[in-house]
């Protein structure tokens, strides 16, 4: 198992020509933390990476702000039960998108070439002007425009679905 590392983030947004602003700075373990840093977008962007029980069916669900995810809710979008929808652990993590916790980003799709991850967007990220993600690391954000988050996961080869979390 190797983990995706920054370099490989930039690279990746470099070669797809998909422009980007990057802010440094000290290290975000949680949303808290994210939320008392000093960034030029104040939209808070959530990652969750879930499972399907039992399988190999991963997801990459991005969501706007302080959010809470309702799996209720989540689960028959999904055409799921409640049940069958929970949180993927840290060696899934790790094995899939090459990522630890806190470090959760769509810039590790890249990292899962056999397709499992299916990106699950939350319909109010279309009304956000720049979403800042990690770059595999979580000592910096990057910017990107809605359009061009849907390039980074088209890029990856990735399918992707818009949710309602409301």
Not at 52 to 67: A, H, M, S, Y
Not at 90 to 103: M, R
Request: charged share 25%.
């Amino acid at each position: 198992m190797t983990l995706s590392t920054y370099e490989e983030a930039i690279d990746f947004l470099q070669q797809n020509d998909i422009p980007y602003n990057e802010v440094k700075h000290e290290a975000v373990w949680t949303m808290a933390e994210a939320n008392q840093l000093d960034l030029p977008n104040d939209v808070v962007i959530k990652n969750l990476f879930l499972k399907k029980r039992k399988t190999n069916e991963f997801f990459l669900c991005i969501v706007v702000g302080q959010k809470k995810v309702d799996f209720k809710t989540l689960a028959p979008q999904l055409q799921l039960s409640r049940s069958k929808l929970g949180f993927a652990n840290e060696i899934d993590l790790a094995d899939v998108l090459g990522l630890k916790p806190g470090f959760v980003t769509p810039l590790g799709l890249p990292h899962d070439e056999q397709n499992q991850v299916t990106v699950l967007l939350d319909k109010e990220l279309q009304k956000v002007d720049s979403i800042g993600i990690h770059p595999n690391s979580n000592t910096a954000t990057v910017f990107v425009t809605y359009e061009d988050l849907l390039k980074i996961i088209k890029c990856s080869h990735h399918q992707m679905m818009i949710v309602d979390l409301d």
